[in-house]
């Protein structure tokens, strides 16, 4: 018999078992549920209904003792109450009693015993009651009380008849139920008896027909596992297990034809080896000859700029010098990863062992970033602790190198958000007395790793987006280099992301103590101990981190999430000296600074404003306000601070650039540096581009908002050029269509035909020339229609996924900031709403009117005086559109551009009604 056959049968019995114990409890519960137990319930009905009955008799016979006692007929009440009661238990005991036996003829009887009481005595009482109270106590009157009691003596008796018959029927009711669940009980346990005996009995013939083979079996994969592969199988029955053991004797001579084969191939392997690793010196070798060839120019381009760095230059030639040196950089930093790695991979490389200030290499670090997380809006910080050592003896060259790279990459894959490198020291191997071990953390907040790639982080020439449609650049050799040095230095790297979270990458090294010496940027200047700051920053960390390193000098500091908070707070306290973030929520650093100056006791207030690298904030200098460059250096910061509070100096003049003529322009280009530096080359011809980072932004912009011209680079991530601009052409109408120009690093003449026929009206190739950009600019037509308002932030990434936010696309009123304004006034706040949006609409409207005026007069200072003031009053209220709208013109009435006064006044007009029916709803 084969095994599942066996195995079949055995669970076929059980099952039959207790198949037949389930059917025994069924019938048992079905015979119970219909026969006995309705059975037990109508006479214990028919016992109750005798009981209430019985009790009734007692009341009328007790009622009709009373009366003839007292000749009282209101104790009659309960004689007739009771009457009534008698009729409804009687009916229910004879239908409860109809079916059992002996019990309806005693039923019979008691009614006749109840009849005879209520017309031989009941009646004859009630007619005498009247005067069976009054007359004298004689024989006959003894003689009928004693009638009414024998009478109702007889009646008592057959009641007790009646009981004792329900409950003698009720008892042997019980009794054949205990007896039928009795021989249930033996009848269920005699199949699982039978059951249990006969699986007993089928499974010692199967653990005669298994055990016996398996351990055959089990012996000889032991046999096979030592690595002797001429064992063979023994087992015969069942079939089952002697295919298992079929299947293993094939397996071992499988086994044995490829032991045959690997060692015939094992000195084929061993001499490829030898000649992978003859070509890889090789290539090693070439790598760092071309390395060096390639530094030679590079270093002159580099050298060259610096040296133009250092000679007076206006702040526009700066930057475009700066954007040169950091471009040669960029490249340098490739030569450079893949030098290492030659120098690495032959052996070569060695480390230098020199005190260096632990201060500075982490902020030069941030220096090298600086200009990318500015142009992302990233905020770019750095914590140094306390207990870390100033001085510290190593590499400082490698450490640097490692660093800028976990920061570079950190900066380069965070679309939004901040990246903190954080400086504390930590235990292990390698602290002593002379020694310390550092640890230093570079956490962001971009896209995260994925677990399933975090095992490429650290392998050479890979990325973890190594797909040709990949936003990110680079060689896929920073982590490797870095690791490898971490670990020349005697340290490590730990990694944790979490995918929408971020990652954190932890450099910890030891290093030898440096000779004592004191930071010079933990000691306080004279004008610092004692005095107020305000610290008011939409980052936490920025906020935390500032904090601590004023109250590290002896400050007071108050810091603020948000700055209409701050404004609401201001007339209450007036600080020594305040610290102003230039991008917040709600409003930005200049708007807050204005808000403060106009309250009570800030005019002489030093306005400290942080700003990103680059940025040029219009009236900074008519607000007083001292500029501090992120990321905020603690020198810096300590310098800047003491001038403040000692004496305050003014910002230069920016030279303006002659506009062209203001156009709607929106530039599409997925690389930073050719953002910057083409958004530069707009700012001087007098333009104030929107810039979006791949096609897909670009169609999403131009289908929210006009644009008169649209840059359009060729080769983007998402969607490209070519594809964005086809799109464009078929959605939108002919009369909103924009001019498009494309940009390409390709200048064939196939390239600039293929853009052309994809609906592009010319082509530049890069790198495009200012005067080529001037002249595409003088050939496009502006419509109607104001410009596009250019968000503040800075341009971005190709990570980005969000087109930058238009004026035109908020809503009208935005109610947290007026419920903000209203918390801080405390309980009184919510009465005052509706005074505060009357007054408002009140000032609304007169300042229309006013810019109005000033529209038809074509007077442009007093058009700017008004929006000026309706932007401030409008943001504190939470009309953010009307805030915008005034923002914009604003600005382009300073930056002396075209503007028509009519136009602008009828649609702040507008949004002053927008923002009006937002309030009332």
Same mark, same amino acid.
């Given at each position: 018999?084969?095994?599942?056959?066996?195995?079949?049968r055995?669970?076929?019995?059980g099952?039959?078992?207790v198949?037949?114990?389930a059917l025994?409890n069924l019938?048992l519960?079905?015979y119970?549920?219909?026969v *006995?137990?309705?059975a037990i319930?109508?006479?214990?009905?028919?016992a109750?209904a005798?009981r209430t009955?019985?009790?009734?008799?007692i009341?009328?016979?007790t009622?009709?003792?009373?009366?003839?006692?007292?000749?009282d007929r209101?104790?009659?009440d309960?004689y007739?109450?009771a009457?009534?009661d008698?009729a409804?238990?009687?009916a229910t005991?004879r239908?409860?009693?109809e079916?059992?036996?002996?019990?309806?003829?005693?039923?019979?009887e008691?009614?006749?015993?109840?009849?005879?009481?209520?017309?031989e005595?009941?009646?004859?009482?009630?007619?005498r009651?009247a005067?069976f109270?009054?007359?004298a106590?004689d024989?006959?009157?003894?003689q009928f009380?004693?009638?009414?009691?024998t009478?109702?003596d007889?009646?008592?008796?057959a009641?007790?008849?009646?009981?004792?018959?329900?409950d003698?029927r009720?008892a042997?009711l019980?009794?054949?139920?205990q007896?039928v669940i009795?021989?249930?009980?033996v *009848?269920?346990?005699?199949?699982l008896?039978?059951?249990v005996?006969?699986?007993?009995?089928q499974r010692r013939?199967?653990?005669r027909?298994v055990?016996t083979?398996?351990d055959?079996?089990l012996?000889q994969i032991h046999t096979?596992?030592r /690595?002797d592969?001429t064992a063979r199988?023994?087992?015969a029955?069942?079939?089952e297990?002697?295919?298992?053991g079929?299947?293993?004797?094939e397996?071992? /001579?499988? $086994?044995r034809?490829?032991?045959?084969d690997?060692l015939?191939?094992?000195?084929?392997?061993?001499a490829?080896?030898r000649?992978?690793?003859?070509?890889?010196?090789?290539k090693s070798?070439f790598?760092?000859?071309m390395?060096?060839?390639?530094?030679?120019?590079?270093?002159?381009?580099i050298?060259?700029?610096?040296?133009l760095?250092?000679?007076?230059?206006?702040?526009?030639?700066r930057e475009y010098?700066?954007?040169?040196r950091n471009s040669?950089s960029t490249?340098?930093?490739?030569?450079n990863?893949?030098l290492?790695?030659?120098?690495?991979?032959?052996g070569?490389?060695?480390?230098?062992?020199?005190p260096?200030v632990?201060?500075?290499?982490?902020?030069?670090c941030?220096?090298?970033?600086?200009?990318?997380a500015s142009?992302k809006?990233?905020d770019?910080?750095?914590?140094i602790?306390?207990a870390?050592p100033?001085?510290?003896v190593?590499d400082?060259?490698?450490?640097?190198q490692?660093?800028?790279?976990l920061? /570079?990459n950190?900066?380069?894959?965070?679309?939004a958000?901040?990246v903190?490198v954080?400086?504390a020291?930590?235990?292990?191997p390698?602290?002593?007395?002379?020694?310390?071990?550092?640890?230093? &953390?570079?956490?962001?907040t971009?896209?995260?790793? #994925?677990?399933?790639?975090?095992?490429r982080l650290f392998?050479?020439?890979?990325?973890?987006d190594s797909?040709?449609?990949? *936003?990110?650049?680079?060689?896929?050799?920073?982590?490797?280099?870095?690791?490898?040095?971490?670990?020349?230095?005697g340290?490590?790297?730990?990694v944790?992301?979490?995918?929408?979270?971020g990652?954190?990458f932890?450099?910890?090294v030891p290093?030898?103590?440096g000779?004592?010496?004191e930071?010079?940027?933990?000691?306080?200047?004279?004008?610092? #101990?004692?005095?107020r700051? $305000?610290?008011?920053?939409d980052?936490?960390t920025n906020r935390?981190?500032l904090r601590?390193?004023?109250?590290s000098?002896?400050?007071h500091?108050?810091d603020?999430e948000?700055?209409?908070?701050?404004?609401?707070?201001?007339a209450?306290?007036?600080p020594d000296v305040a610290?102003?973030d230039?991008?917040m929520?709600?409003?930005?650093?200049v708007a807050?600074?204005?808000?403060?100056?106009?309250t009570?006791?800030?005019?002489?207030?030093p306005?400290?404003?942080?700003?990103?690298l680059?940025?040029?904030?219009?009236g900074?200098?008519?607000?007083?306000?001292?500029?501090?460059?992120?990321?905020?250096?603690a020198?810096a910061?300590?310098?800047?601070? &003491?001038r403040s509070?000692g &004496?305050r100096?003014?910002?230069a003049?920016?030279?303006?650039?002659?506009p062209?003529?203001?156009?709607?322009?929106?530039?599409?280009e997925d690389?930073?540096v050719?953002?910057?530096?083409a958004?530069l080359?707009l700012?001087r011809l007098?333009?104030?581009?929107?810039?979006?980072?791949n096609?897909?932004?670009?169609?999403?912009a *131009?289908?929210?908002a006009?644009y008169d011209?649209v840059?359009m680079?060729?080769?983007?991530p998402v969607?490209?050029?070519h594809?964005a601009?086809?799109?464009?052409?078929?959605?939108?109408p002919?009369?909103?269509?924009?001019?498009?120009?494309?940009l390409?690093?390709? &200048?064939?003449?196939?390239q600039?035909?293929?853009?052309?026929?994809?609906?592009?009206?010319?082509?530049?190739?890069?790198p495009?020339?200012?005067?080529e950009l001037?002249?595409?600019?003088?050939?496009?037509?502006?419509?109607?229609?104001p410009?596009?308002?250019?968000?503040?932030?800075p341009a971005p990434?190709?990570?980005a996924?969000?087109?930058p936010?238009?004026?035109a696309l908020l809503?009208?009123?935005?109610p947290m900031?007026?419920?903000?304004?209203?918390?801080?006034?405390?309980?009184?706040?919510?009465?005052?709403?509706?005074?505060l949006v009357s007054a408002?609409?009140?000032?609304?409207?007169?300042q229309?009117?006013?810019l109005?005026?000033?529209?038809?007069d074509?007077?442009?200072?007093?058009?700017a005086a008004?929006?000026?003031s309706?932007?401030?009053?409008?943001a504190?209220v939470g009309?953010?559109?009307l805030?915008?709208?005034?923002?914009?013109?604003?600005?382009? $009435?300073?930056?002396g551009?075209?503007?028509?006064?009519?136009?602008?006044?009828?649609?702040?007009?507008?949004?002053v009604?927008?923002?009006?029916?937002a309030f009332?709803?």
């Amino acid at each position: 018999m084969s095994l599942s056959r066996q195995v079949r049968r055995a669970s076929l019995t059980g099952l039959l078992a207790v198949a037949g114990v389930a059917l025994v409890n069924l019938l048992l519960l079905g015979y119970l549920a219909a026969v *006995v137990n309705p059975a037990i319930d109508r006479v214990g009905t028919g016992a109750r209904a005798e009981r209430t009955k019985h009790m009734a008799m007692i009341d009328q016979e007790t009622g009709l003792r009373a009366y003839l006692i007292t000749g009282d007929r209101s104790m009659l009440d309960v004689y007739f109450l009771a009457r009534q009661d008698i009729a409804g238990p009687l009916a229910t005991a004879r239908d409860a009693f109809e079916d059992e036996p002996g019990l309806p003829a005693l039923l019979d009887e008691q009614e006749e015993r109840i009849r005879r009481w209520a017309t031989e005595w009941a009646q004859p009482a009630m007619a005498r009651g009247a005067t069976f109270s009054s007359s004298a106590v004689d024989a006959e009157r003894r003689q009928f009380v004693r009638d009414g009691q024998t009478l109702f003596d007889d009646y008592r008796d057959a009641y007790q008849e009646v009981q004792d018959a329900a409950d003698a029927r009720r008892a042997s009711l019980d009794d054949h139920r205990q007896a039928v669940i009795q021989v249930a009980l033996v *009848v269920e346990v005699l199949l699982l008896v039978g059951g249990v005996l006969a699986m007993t009995v089928q499974r010692r013939r199967l653990v005669r027909s298994v055990v016996t083979p398996v351990d055959q079996l089990l012996t000889q994969i032991h046999t096979l596992g030592r /690595g002797d592969l001429t064992a063979r199988n023994e087992v015969a029955a069942p079939r089952e297990l002697s295919a298992i053991g079929e299947g293993l004797d094939e397996m071992a /001579g499988a $086994l044995r034809a490829a032991r045959e084969d690997t060692l015939r191939h094992e000195d084929e392997l061993i001499a490829a080896r030898r000649t992978a690793e003859e070509a890889n010196t090789a290539k090693s070798a070439f790598l760092a000859t071309m390395s060096h060839e390639i530094r030679t120019p590079m270093n002159a381009v580099i050298g060259m700029s610096e040296l133009l760095l250092d000679t007076d230059l206006a702040a526009d030639q700066r930057e475009y010098a700066e954007t040169v040196r950091n471009s040669g950089s960029t490249l340098l930093a490739i030569i450079n990863d893949v030098l290492d790695f030659s120098k690495i991979e032959a052996g070569e490389l060695e480390l230098d062992h020199h005190p260096f200030v632990l201060r500075d290499c982490v902020e030069s670090c941030l220096d090298l970033v600086a200009a990318q997380a500015s142009a992302k809006g990233l905020d770019l910080v750095a914590h140094i602790d306390p207990a870390v050592p100033p001085v510290v003896v190593g590499d400082v060259t490698r450490l640097r190198q490692v660093l800028a790279n976990l920061v /570079g990459n950190a900066v380069k894959f965070t679309a939004a958000g901040e990246v903190l490198v954080s400086v504390a020291p930590a235990t292990g191997p390698g602290s002593g007395s002379g020694s310390c071990v550092i640890a230093f &953390a570079v956490c962001d907040t971009g896209d995260g790793i #994925p677990a399933d790639r975090m095992d490429r982080l650290f392998r050479s020439f890979s990325q973890v987006d190594s797909s040709t449609t990949r *936003v990110y650049g680079g060689t896929g050799l920073g982590l490797a280099i870095s690791q490898r040095l971490v670990d020349a230095m005697g340290g490590r790297i730990d990694v944790t992301s979490e995918v929408g979270v971020g990652s954190t990458f932890t450099v910890v090294v030891p290093l030898e103590l440096g000779e004592e010496q004191e930071d010079q940027v933990r000691v306080a200047p004279a004008e610092l #101990p004692g005095r107020r700051a $305000l610290v008011v920053d939409d980052n936490a960390t920025n906020r935390r981190i500032l904090r601590a390193q004023l109250e590290s000098w002896g400050m007071h500091v108050v810091d603020e999430e948000s700055p209409v908070e701050a404004l609401v707070a201001a007339a209450e306290r007036v600080p020594d000296v305040a610290i102003l973030d230039m991008h917040m929520p709600d409003l930005d650093g200049v708007a807050l600074a204005t808000g403060l100056r106009a309250t009570a006791g800030w005019e002489d207030v030093p306005l400290v404003l942080l700003t990103s690298l680059g940025d040029r904030i219009p009236g900074a200098a008519e607000l007083g306000l001292v500029h501090l460059t992120k990321p905020v250096k603690a020198v810096a910061l300590r310098s800047t601070v &003491a001038r403040s509070l000692g &004496a305050r100096i003014s910002e230069a003049e920016r030279p303006e650039h002659e506009p062209i003529g203001r156009l709607r322009v929106l530039l599409a280009e997925d690389n930073p540096v050719n953002q910057r530096v083409a958004g530069l080359m707009l700012e001087r011809l007098g333009q104030r581009p929107v810039i979006v980072a791949n096609g897909q932004e670009a169609l999403v912009a *131009v289908r929210t908002a006009p644009y008169d011209l649209v840059l359009m680079d060729v080769q983007m991530p998402v969607m490209d050029g070519h594809e964005a601009t086809r799109r464009i052409r078929a959605e939108l109408p002919p009369e909103d269509q924009p001019r498009i120009v494309a940009l390409s690093a390709n &200048a064939l003449v196939e390239q600039r035909e293929d853009s052309l026929a994809a609906g592009m009206d010319a082509h530049l190739a890069k790198p495009v020339r200012s005067d080529e950009l001037a002249e595409e600019l003088r050939r496009t037509p502006r419509r109607g229609g104001p410009a596009p308002e250019r968000p503040e932030e800075p341009a971005p990434t190709a990570a980005a996924a969000a087109v930058p936010t238009e004026a035109a696309l908020l809503a009208a009123v935005d109610p947290m900031v007026l419920e903000t304004l209203l918390r801080h006034l405390g309980d009184s706040g919510p009465a005052l709403a509706e005074s505060l949006v009357s007054a408002w609409r009140t000032d609304a409207e007169q300042q229309v009117e006013v810019l109005c005026r000033a529209a038809a007069d074509e007077d442009r200072a007093g058009a700017a005086a008004v929006a000026h003031s309706l932007k401030s009053a409008s943001a504190a209220v939470g009309a953010v559109r009307l805030a915008a709208a005034c923002a914009e013109l604003e600005r382009d $009435l300073a930056d002396g551009a075209p503007v028509d006064l009519r136009r602008a006044a009828d649609r702040v007009a507008a949004e002053v009604d927008a923002a009006r029916v937002a309030f009332t709803r």
